[in-house]
């Protein structure tokens, strides 16, 4: 991943300890999926782009239930990570990773909200890189909205607005501070001594007697330290998912953003319509995506492929010149210019060498299939390994299963099975081999032969007559 600021001096702490009872969740807020990832994915990914490595990231976690464990699970137990028994509010929150600030080599501290998935890196750029050039102690992300109702609102000095007096909670607002639209983000980047001063004196004087973050300001302000509000105009950073409506409202616009980046490097869209592709995915110049088609979990996909409506790929590589039509893959690496499909299912394990040809109804599982293969229709391989130049009628099934355990079937190269061909597994086909439509296969077949295993035609003639 390429960095976007060299100088490495910064850590990061995601708050993600809040209940999120809204969202009707049974685990933690942070771990409800944004096209298809989970929110603390989106919020630690634009932070590993920033230039935070992964030790610098600790992420404060609740205690109830498995949510600790889930969101370790969801980020790879990858980062640092904090627990907080009790939600006494966002400074005691940040309180938690007090070992991991102290720890710390790095002079600056981001705080982040991990239900805030749409902070992008580059924003996160331009915020750093304006409290580095401030020498600010403390600087706020904050951003003018329509509504700013429940934010926190930032109280400018009327003479210097340069200068911010106080960030003042809704509950704590009057009737003045309730019409500020400039509100606190909630991503505030601290000089790491501001910090560790904050945190000790921050106290729970106020109405909903919790530890706000917030407070760090009157702190810093009496200590005469430096404090300033970088104003970002794009409003997607106070975007949080509180609720699962909210949540689908941020998801069309991460699904169309993520679209836009895509057709910057050349990929085509016919329609937006129904296409949703994760951030994870990536997708070379000159492809087509046709509307309806799901690309999930770090897909690759090569240039000058075509997937076309109702295509669902996740966990999977496809080179470049393929065309899949209407299908499912799973977990596998399709090769350069393969034909999927339509209606095809390639289940997990599958390595589909370039030139395959796999036509409709076709479900293929566990399975490396060599070039130039052709699987054309109706036919189930699992379990196999089959050779280059294959060519498979039409109904073939690899019988993988006796009911107890599974076994492979092995086909040499250009081999020729006749329709309708059950492969009993085990079995092992050498090369050249062919078999005699509608066989069923049970022994190993040397290379050059012909199969046949079914039994003779016998027409009984005059039979209508006779009966
Ligand atoms: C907070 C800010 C407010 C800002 C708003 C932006 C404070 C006091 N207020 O308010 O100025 O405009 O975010 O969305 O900071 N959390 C914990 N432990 C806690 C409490 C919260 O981990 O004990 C986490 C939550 O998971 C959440 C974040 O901190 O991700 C913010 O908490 P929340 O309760 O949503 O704060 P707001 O009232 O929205
Ligand atoms: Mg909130």
Same mark, same amino acid.
């Given at each position: &991943?390429?960095?976007?600021?060299?100088?490495?001096?910064?850590?990061? #702490?995601?708050?993600?300890?809040?209940?999120?009872?809204? &969202?009707?969740?049974?685990?933690?807020?942070? !771990?409800?999926?944004?096209?298809?990832?989970? &929110?603390?994915?989106?919020?630690?990914?634009?932070?590993?782009? !920033?230039?935070?490595?992964?030790s610098?990231?600790?992420?404060?976690?609740?205690?109830?239930?498995?949510?600790?464990?889930?969101?370790?699970?969801?980020?790879?137990n990858?980062?640092?990570?904090? *627990?907080?028994?009790?939600?006494?509010?966002t400074?005691?929150?940040?309180?938690?990773?007090?070992?991991?600030?102290?720890?710390?080599?790095?002079?600056?501290?981001?705080? &982040?909200?991990?239900?805030?998935?749409?902070?992008?890196?580059? @924003?996160?750029?331009?915020?750093?890189?304006?409290?580095?050039?401030?020498?600010?102690?403390?600087?706020?992300?904050?951003?003018?909205?329509k509504?700013?109702?429940?934010y926190?609102?930032? $109280?400018?000095d009327?003479?210097?607005?340069k200068?911010?007096?106080?960030?003042?909670?809704?509950?704590?607002?009057?009737?003045?501070?309730k019409?500020i639209?400039?509100i606190?983000?909630?991503?505030?980047?601290?000089?790491?001594?501001?910090? $560790?001063?904050? !945190?000790?004196?921050?106290?729970?004087n106020?109405?909903?007697?919790?530890?706000?973050?917030?407070?760090?300001?009157?702190?810093l302000?009496?200590?005469?330290?430096? #404090?300033?509000?970088y104003?970002?105009q794009?409003?997607?950073?106070?975007?949080?998912?509180?609720?699962?409506f909210?949540?689908?409202?941020m998801?069309? @616009?991460?699904?169309?953003?993520?679209?836009?980046?895509?057709?910057?490097?050349?990929?085509?869209f @016919?329609?937006?319509?129904?296409?949703?592709?994760?951030?994870?995915?990536?997708?070379?110049?000159?492809?087509?995506?046709?509307?309806? +088609?799901?690309?999930k979990?770090?897909?690759?996909?090569?240039?000058?492929?075509?997937i076309?409506?109702?295509?669902? @790929?996740?966990?999977?590589?496809?080179?470049?010149?393929?065309? #899949?039509?209407?299908?499912?893959?799973?977990?596998?690496?399709?090769?350069?210019?393969?034909?999927?499909?339509?209606?095809?299912?390639?289940?997990?394990?599958?390595?589909?060498?370039?030139?395959?040809?796999?036509?409709?109804?076709?479900?293929i599982?566990?399975?490396?299939?060599?070039?130039? %293969?052709?699987?054309?229709? !109706?036919?189930?391989?699992?379990?196999?390994?089959?050779?280059?130049?294959?060519?498979?009628? =039409?109904?073939? +099934? %690899? +019988?993988?299963?006796?009911?107890?355990?599974k076994?492979? *079937?092995?086909?040499?190269?250009?081999?020729?099975?006749? =329709?309708?061909?059950?492969?009993?597994?085990?079995?092992?086909?050498?090369?050249?081999?062919?078999?005699a439509?509608?066989?069923?296969?049970?022994?190993?077949?040397?290379?050059?032969?012909?199969?046949?295993?079914?039994?003779?035609?016998?027409?009984?003639?005059?039979?209508? $007559?006779?009966?």
């Amino acid at each position: &991943m390429k960095n976007i600021i060299n100088k490495k001096n910064i850590s990061a #702490i995601i708050l993600a300890a809040g209940e999120g009872k809204r &969202m009707k969740s049974k685990t933690s807020k942070v !771990l409800c999926e944004l096209l298809f990832e989970p &929110m603390i994915s989106w919020v630690s990914r634009s932070l590993q782009k !920033l230039g935070c490595s992964n030790s610098e990231i600790c992420i404060v976690c609740p205690d109830d239930n498995d949510s600790k464990d889930l969101i370790v699970l969801a980020t790879n137990n990858k980062f640092c990570y904090a *627990t907080q028994k009790q939600r006494l509010g966002t400074a005691h929150a940040v309180k938690q990773a007090i070992d991991f600030i102290k720890n710390s080599k790095n002079d600056n501290i981001l705080i &982040m909200l991990g239900d805030a998935p749409l902070v992008s890196e580059n @924003i996160l750029k331009d915020f750093y890189d304006y409290h580095l050039s401030e020498n600010n102690s403390l600087t706020i992300l904050s951003s003018e909205i329509k509504n700013p109702f429940g934010y926190g609102r930032i $109280l400018r000095d009327p003479n210097n607005s340069k200068n911010i007096l106080k960030i003042v909670e809704e509950l704590d607002c009057n009737q003045d501070q309730k019409l500020i639209s400039e509100i606190n983000s909630g991503v505030m980047c601290f000089k790491k001594q501001a910090l $560790l001063i904050a !945190l000790d004196k921050i106290n729970n004087n106020n109405i909903k007697n919790e530890y706000y973050i917030t407070s760090a300001v009157d702190i810093l302000k009496a200590e005469n330290q430096k #404090i300033g509000a970088y104003n970002c105009q794009d409003e997607k950073v106070v975007l949080g998912a509180n609720t699962r409506f909210e949540l689908l409202k941020m998801n069309e @616009i991460a699904r169309l953003e993520v679209i836009k980046n895509l057709a910057e490097n050349g990929i085509e869209f @016919i329609s937006t319509e129904g296409v949703v592709i994760s951030p994870s995915v990536k997708i070379g110049a000159g492809s087509v995506i046709y509307p309806g +088609v799901i690309l999930k979990d770090f897909c690759e996909i090569g240039e000058n492929c075509v997937i076309t409506s109702n295509s669902f @790929i996740s966990k999977s590589s496809i080179g470049s010149g393929s065309i #899949i039509k209407s299908s499912y893959i799973d977990n596998s690496k399709i090769g350069e210019n393969v034909k999927i499909g339509p209606f095809s299912n390639i289940r997990p394990n599958c390595d589909i060498k370039s030139g395959v040809k796999i036509g409709d109804f076709v479900e293929i599982k566990n399975s490396n299939i060599d070039q130039n %293969t052709s699987v054309a229709h !109706l036919t189930y391989i699992g379990d196999s390994d089959v050779g280059q130049k294959v060519n498979f009628g =039409c109904g073939c +099934v %690899t +019988v993988n299963y006796n009911g107890l355990e599974k076994h492979r *079937t092995i086909i040499g190269n250009d081999c020729f099975i006749g =329709c309708n061909t059950n492969l009993i597994a085990p079995v092992k086909l050498g090369d050249g081999v062919y078999t005699a439509a509608g066989s069923t296969i049970t022994d190993d077949i040397p290379d050059g032969a012909m199969s046949i295993a079914r039994s003779r035609q016998i027409n009984k003639t005059n039979w209508k $007559l006779k009966k």
